[in-house]
């Protein structure tokens, strides 16, 4: 009768490591975590329902707009760099106007539009990962209700 040693101690290898638990789980990030943790440029821009024909804005957006990156600052300031292509040669090459924060799942930017007047904007989140921001906000206008769809992924 033949024994097979080395094959009953792969065998037993590997119901040790098999057995073994990982020590080290990969820690869970909060929203505030990921979204301070990349620059993110948008790739998707949609609009339900139809605004003035248009339900895909980001095709119809001015190219100056496609190379611009924001970064969720830890402080609460939205900085907006306008990248290569500056839509208007004057404006500066970062914006840092809006501020934003994060309750569970909103996200609340706020638009400085003059030394008295800010404009708040709650936009829900859909998807957030490393690879993946997805929000939503809506807007009415004329008696309807419009829902803006942005997507973004990291710079």
């Known amino acids: 009768m033949k024994t097979y040693p ?16 990982d020590n080290n789980p990969t820690p869970v990030k909060s929203n505030f975590e990921i979204l301070t943790s990349h620059k993110w440029t948008l790739t998707s821009w949609t609009v339900d329902p139809a605004f003035n024909g248009l339900t895909d804005l980001f095709a119809d957006q001015h190219p100056c707009q ?6 969720f600052n830890k402080n609460g300031l939205l900085e907006i760099d306008h990248g290569v ?9 970062i914006d840092t106007s809006t ?39 809506s807007q009415k206008m004329n008696n309807k209700i419009y829902k803006y769809k942005y997507g973004y992924t990291p710079k």
Do not use: H
């Not at 496609?66 to 970064?71: G, L, S, V």
């Not at 292509?85 to 090459?93: A, G």
């Open 6 to 21: 080395f094959s009953i101690l792969i065998g037993g290898l590997c119901m040790l490591l098999s057995a073994c638990e």
């Open 66 to 71: 496609n190379d611009d990156i924001q970064t």
């Open 85 to 93: 292509s500056k839509c208007f040669p004057n404006e500066p090459q």
């Open 99 to 137: 501020r934003w924060k994060i309750q569970d799942n909103l996200v609340i930017l706020q638009f400085k539009i003059s030394s008295t007047q800010i404009l708040s904007d709650t936009c829900e989140l859909i998807t957030l990962t490393d690879q993946k921001l997805e929000y939503y906000s």
